[in-house]
């Protein structure tokens, strides 16, 4: 299998004459899957209704993984890692680490 990336796209072929021999990948910087816990989550929910009233928004839950969860894990405590919105258009909007990220003011 080979693969090729530009900055407008990426492919991936497996045909013989694209790539000689079989490829090889090294892993790094792996981060723990982030896992909300439950009870914490309800009360940050039930805090950001109390405050942002029909602002709060629920987001469906995104298989992320974050050096974040590194602490609370280690230490042994519950967490929550949430997200606060700043776009006009939350469906077409850029997300975190990309270049074109900035919330609208």
């Known amino acids: ?4 990336c530009s900055p407008t796209s990426t492919t991936f072929s497996t045909s013989p004459e694209h790539c000689p021999k079989e490829p090889t990948f090294e892993y790094y910087d792996i981060y723990p899957l982030t896992d909300n816990d439950a009870d914490a989550t309800e009360a940050v929910h039930a805090a950001f209704d109390e405050h942002f009233g029909e602002d709060s928004l629920v987001i ?4 992320a993984s974050e050096d974040f969860s590194y602490i609370p894990d280690k230490l ?3 967490y929550v890692y949430w997200g606060l919105g700043g776009f006009a258009d939350m ?3 850029p997300t975190n680490h990309n ?7």
């Open 1 to 4: 299998m080979s693969i090729r």
């Open 60 to 63: 469906n839950p995104l298989p």
């Open 76 to 78: 042994g405590v519950p």
């Open 91 to 93: 469906d077409s909007s």
């Open 99 to 105: 270049l074109g990220f900035a919330p609208d003011l």
